[in-house]
C-alpha cells in the first residue's frame, strides 16, 4: 500500500510560479507511475500530468501544456510538479496520484491507484 503526501501549495500571484512535492512512503515507489490532479470550485477532478516509472516518459494536459513540468527522483520516492506562468483558473486543491502504469493514472479506474490528500493552490489575479 503507497501512502502520498503532497506539499508546496499556497498562494501566488497571477505568472508566478510553485514547486509541489509527493512524497511516497510504504511500497516500492519507482516501480509506480505517478500524477498530478486538480479539483477546483464546484468542478470535476481532472488529470493535469503522467510520468511514468523511470521518468523519461511524461503526459500532460491541453490546459498546463508549456507551463507545467513533472518529475521524479525515485531515490528521494518523490514526484514534483513545477507550475510556471500561473494563472486565476490554475487555482484548485492538487492531488497526488500513484498506480502501475501512466495508463491507469490517466485512465477512469480507481483500482491499484492511490491518492494524496490534496494541497491547496491559489493563484491571485
Known amino acids: 500500500q503507497v501512502q502520498l503526501v503532497e506539499s508546496g501549495g499556497g498562494l501566488v500571484q497571477a505568472g508566478g510560479s510553485l514547486r509541489l512535492s509527493c512524497a511516497a512512503s510504504g511500497g516500492t515507489f519507482s516501480r509506480y507511475a505517478g500524477g498530478w490532479f486538480r479539483r477546483a470550485p464546484g468542478k470535476e477532478r481532472e488529470f493535469v500530468t503522467a510520468?511514468?516509472?523511470?521518468?523519461?516518459?511524461?503526459y500532460y494536459a491541453d490546459s498546463v501544456k508549456g507551463r507545467f513540468t513533472t518529475s521524479r527522483d525515485n531515490a528521494k520516492n518523490t514526484v514534483y510538479l513545477q507550475m510556471n506562468s500561473l494563472k486565476p483558473e490554475d487555482t484548485a486543491v492538487y492531488y497526488c496520484?500513484?498506480?502501475?502504469?501512466?495508463?491507469?493514472?490517466?485512465?477512469?479506474?480507481?483500482?491499484?491507484?492511490?491518492w494524496g490528500q490534496g494541497t491547496q493552490v491559489t493563484v491571485s489575479s
Open positions: 496520484a500513484a498506480s502501475p502504469s501512466t495508463a491507469q493514472i490517466m485512465g477512469k479506474m480507481e483500482q491499484n491507484k492511490y
Open positions: 510520468i511514468n516509472w523511470s521518468g523519461d516518459s511524461t
